[in-house]
């Protein structure tokens, strides 16, 4: 059953790596001059290594964590900032389907559960009157999924975005005339890239993303496994050069119709809203019946992120993280 009031707020950061950490350091810093913040109560962290009880700087694990602890301490809120599995979506998904049960919304940075069962999760939220935030899963902290909370009464027809800081930082290297192999090294040195990369080269991490964009804006069904995906690893130095040329730039978009969802890379010319964001930045084109919409900024960083999943608590707290 849903509590009857959100006063007080009882928190499980589920997670604490680079994000969990940043998300509790905002919260510290925000709470005396954010009114939504100011009842927030963290109650545990869990990680892999167990659950630390109350609300510590450090991770110390007081005992191994199981999902009956939800159920003694009675969260009102779950953020998820754990790893992604994008074989399982688990522990998270089960860990949501049991806060849900026992009356927790829940707020996640970790796209796989929803790039996988999105639907499943939204009708549970849904079974239980709760509610889920996901902006931190998709260009972290600059309003991906939250401008489409904002555009009440409008039909969004496409959207289409460079939603991997990776890809385009290797992307904009080739079109400066870097080699692939040199512009990678280099986005890893820089900590850009992970040191296994594959899921950003091939469009993977585009594409789950755009599930979660898709789905939320238009209503589709889509798990990450029904996006065509080709990602960047065949692009030849030539077809860059030739698209130089002919005054385009290569860009590793993420598009859907609401029909059909593709990670490939286009050749944008300069009227094209996507063609200067070059580097690790990320932008999002909404289409909608009435006018379309350009957003750009940062998409990845564990402060950002975590500032996605703090306007999710705060737009909870206001009653405006609505559901799909
Ligand atoms: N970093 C970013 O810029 C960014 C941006 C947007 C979204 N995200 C997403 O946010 C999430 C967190 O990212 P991060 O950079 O904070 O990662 P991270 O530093 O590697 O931290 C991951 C945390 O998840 C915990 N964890 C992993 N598997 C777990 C399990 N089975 N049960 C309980 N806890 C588990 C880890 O536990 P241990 O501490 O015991 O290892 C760790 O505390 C990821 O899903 C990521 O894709 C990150």
Not at 178 to 184: C, G, M, Q, R, Y
Not at 234 to 240: A, D, G, P
């Given at each position: 059953m849903p509590r009857p009031s959100l006063t007080g707020v009882r928190i499980l950061i589920f997670g604490y790596?680079?994000?969990g950490k940043e998300l509790r350091a905002l919260i510290h810093e925000r709470r005396g001059e954010v009114p939504e913040l100011s009842d927030v109560q963290i109650v545990a962290t869990v990680t892999r290594r167990g659950i630390s009880f109350g609300d510590r700087d450090a991770f110390v694990a007081d005992e191994p964590f199981s999902l009956d602890h939800l159920e003694k301490l009675k969260p009102d809120v779950v953020i998820d900032t754990a790893s992604a599995n994008y074989e399982t979506g688990e522990p998270s998904l089960s860990l949501y389907f049991r806060a849900f049960e026992l009356g927790a919304s829940v707020i996640t940075t970790n796209k796989a559960?929803?790039?996988?069962?999105?639907?499943?999760?939204?009708?549970?939220?849904?079974?239980?009157?709760?509610t889920l935030g996901f902006q931190g899963t998709v260009m972290s902290g600059t309003p991906s999924v939250n401008l489409l909370r904002v555009l009440p009464g409008s039909w969004v027809r496409k959207i289409r975005g460079i939603l991997n800081g990776t890809t385009n930082y290797i992307l904009s290297r080739m079109a400066e005339g870097?080699?692939?192999?040199?512009?990678?090294a280099e986005a890893k040195q820089k900590g850009y890239a992970e040191e296994d990369p594959t899921l950003d080269l091939n469009g993977f991490d585009a594409g789950a993303k755009l599930v979660i964009l898709s789905n939320f804006a238009m209503k589709t069904k889509l798990t990450v496994r029904d996006v065509k995906l080709e990602g960047i690893a065949?692009?030849?130095?030539?077809?860059?050069a030739n698209a130089l040329g002919e005054g385009k730039?290569?860009?590793?978009?993420?598009?859907?119709?609401g029909k059909e969802a593709t990670v490939r890379v286009q050749l944008v010319s300069q009227s094209d809203p996507l063609y200067s964001v070059d580097g690790v930045e990320n932008a999002l084109s909404v289409e909608t019946d009435v006018q379309t919409i350009t957003i750009r900024g940062p998409g990845a960083g564990p402060r950002q992120a975590a500032y996605g999943a703090l306007s999710d608590l705060i737009l909870l707290k206001r009653g405006a993280l609505l559901l799909p």
């Open positions: 790596g680079k994000v559960p929803l790039a996988l069962r999105f639907w499943d999760i939204v009708e549970r939220a849904r079974k239980y009157g709760l870097i080699p692939f192999a040199s512009a990678l065949n692009l030849k130095e030539e077809e860059v730039k290569p860009k590793l978009v993420a598009q859907s119709d």
